[in-house]
């Protein structure tokens, strides 16, 4: 069994790991991302259009924005789901010869693994389902 000062420690470490990933979630799929305003006469407003850009905030459709949920929320369970495995690996280590141990670490790894590939086909159908009615609602 693992002591409560390792066990303390690695909560500190997933609890940290995870305020950080959950802010570097929030900034990549936030929905103004993407937009800049580009000043007026400087020549970057005719730039920034043929690239692709918008110029202000828009607003979002229903499919947009129902996208960026399921990306948010996809992306938290990668985030779990990695923090699982550096969790499982942790106990592996300290498991110091404990069959017990390791063999909960062991579960505890498959797991993560199982969850992250039902996560990666999630995100893939949802992309697809997305992408295809996007493509309809566009025609």
């Known amino acids: 069994m693992i002591n409560n000062k390792y066990k303390n420690l690695i909560i ?9 990933s959950f802010n570097f979630v929030l900034a ?10 580009f000043s007026k006469g400087s020549g970057l407003s005719t730039t ?8 202000g905030l828009q607003k979002l459709s229903p499919i947009t924005a129902i996208s ?9 369970l990668g985030i779990l789901f ?5 969790y499982g690996g942790i106990v592996w280590m300290l498991a110091q010869g404990n069959e017990q141990e ?3 670490a062991k579960k505890v790894i498959t797991a993560s693994i199982t969850g992250l590939l039902i996560v990666i086909v999630a995100y893939a159908l949802s992309y697809f389902i997305v992408a295809h009615f996007t493509a309809q609602v566009l025609k």
């Not at 500190?12 to 305020?19: C, D, G, M, T, Y």
């Open 48 to 55: 920034g259009t043929a690239a692709g850009y918008s110029q």
């Open 82 to 86: 990695l923090g699982l495995m550096i």
């Open 28 to 37: 990549q799929s936030s929905p103004q991302s993407g937009t800049y305003n």
């Open 12 to 20: 500190a470490v997933l609890l940290i790991f995870s305020l950080f």
């Open 68 to 76: 960026e949920v399921i990306k948010i929320i996809l992306s938290i």
């Open 102 to 104: 390791a063999d909960k």
